[in-house]
């Protein structure tokens, strides 16, 4: 089985032949064909660094074939086209079991990665997420995978194992869609310091772009008088905690929302306690598809997307092989892409 292990922090990612040991109770071995690099994945080998991260198998974002499954595992078959999620759906706990949250109390106690079927050269290899889909094979827990329509494009559905869904998801948290047409919003505001992403924020539906660096004053400030005061809705998606505060503080202040969608654990999030009591609210979302828990999500996804209401393809700016990993992180690192999917095995 090649895998592309992360040996140590900051450093290239290495091809390397590992062991993917059979699936144990209630885990399912998945034949990976597609996986795309989220930012979510340089964030740890880049930015966060754990001491006790590494070595490990990095990759989340991910579509294939069920090849094998352990005991006690009865919702899947080997065949099955599935989609690994890293947020776990048990069903039986009292998250699963609120419709106050997509969250499972499962996925800290057995999801932390550590747990892996990975070995290589004799020593034990984390799966990053608990997914770790750099790799032909992985083994990830029935809790944390997804069934889906058979006729799904591996290559193209990857997506909707987070990026996508992570941002649909923070948006119908605020009862309205994707930045989209269908939102029924008059006016949706991309702003990006990298005035090469214009064009593609106009595809999904943007009515203006605005680049911080064209001008002189807080981009807060700039928002708020394009919009008599400031946005209804702000997201956040970069996991800079400075952006974060300017998202929030872009909001109206009587009744704005601001999302943080982008993941950082490195540093403080601040605001002036004024821009709060006004009565703005702030919140954070992951992965979170209107009241539905994240396995059944994501399948409901799938088929949206396969009924041409949600937009895949058009995030999809390069496809490379697994053996190219690091030039895909090259690529997001510079911002000269969206998603690179890489094509692991064919269907």
């Known amino acids: 089985n090649d895998n592309e292990v992360a040996w140590e922090p900051n450093k ?15 885990e399912v071995r998945i034949k990976i064909v597609a996986t795309a690099v989220c930012h979510s994945d340089l964030y740890y080998l880049l930015e966060a660094m754990p001491k006790d991260g590494f070595p490990t198998v990095l990759g989340h974002e991910a579509a294939g074939i069920v090849e094998s499954i352990g005991p006690g595992v009865t919702e899947f078959q080997p065949g099955d086209k599935v989609i690994p999620i890293f947020l776990s759906q048990c069903r039986e706990c009292r998250f699963c079991k609120s419709p106050k949250t997509n969250q499972c109390e499962k996925f800290n106690v057995k999801h932390d990665g550590k747990e892996s079927r990975f070995t290589c050269k004799g020593k034990k ?3 990053f997420t608990g997914t770790g889909t750099f790799s032909e094979y992985t083994v990830v827990n029935q809790i944390a995978v997804a069934k889906i329509d058979p006729t799904a494009p591996l290559d193209k559905v990857c997506l909707l194992g987070c990026g996508i869904c992570t941002g649909y998801g923070a948006a119908t948290e605020l ?35 605005v680049n ?13 008088e394009m919009t008599n005061g400031g946005v209804d809705y702000s997201l956040e998606c970069t996991g800079n905690v400075g952006v974060m505060r300017s998202a929030l503080e872009s909001c109206i202040w009587a009744w704005g929302v601001s999302v943080i969608v982008g993941w ?25 598809l209107n009241e539905t828990k994240c396995k059944d999500g994501v399948s409901e996804m799938v088929k949206a997307y396969l009924d041409k209401k949600v937009k895949v393809d058009e995030f999809i700016t390069h496809n490379m092989t697994l053996d190219q990993i690091n030039d895909a992180i090259e690529l997001m690192k510079h911002s000269k892409c969206i998603r690179t999917v890489l094509n692991i095995s064919p269907e």
């Open 12 to 26: 290239p990612l290495v091809i390397e032949e590992i062991e993917v040991a059979p699936p144990q109770a209630n």
């Open 125 to 127: 290899v984390q799966s």
């Open 175 to 209: 009862d309205c869609l994707i930045v989209h047409q269908t939102a029924g919003a008059k006016k949706i505001i991309a702003v990006d310091i990298n005035p090469e992403k214009s064009e593609k924020a106009k595809v999904f539906g943007a009515t203006d772009f």
């Open 212 to 224: 911080p660096k064209d001008h002189d004053k807080p981009i807060s400030q700039v928002l708020a």
């Open 264 to 288: 950082t654990e490195l540093h403080d999030v601040a605001t002036r306690p004024v821009q709060l009591i006004s009565g703005r609210t702030w919140k954070g979302s992951i992965l979170k």
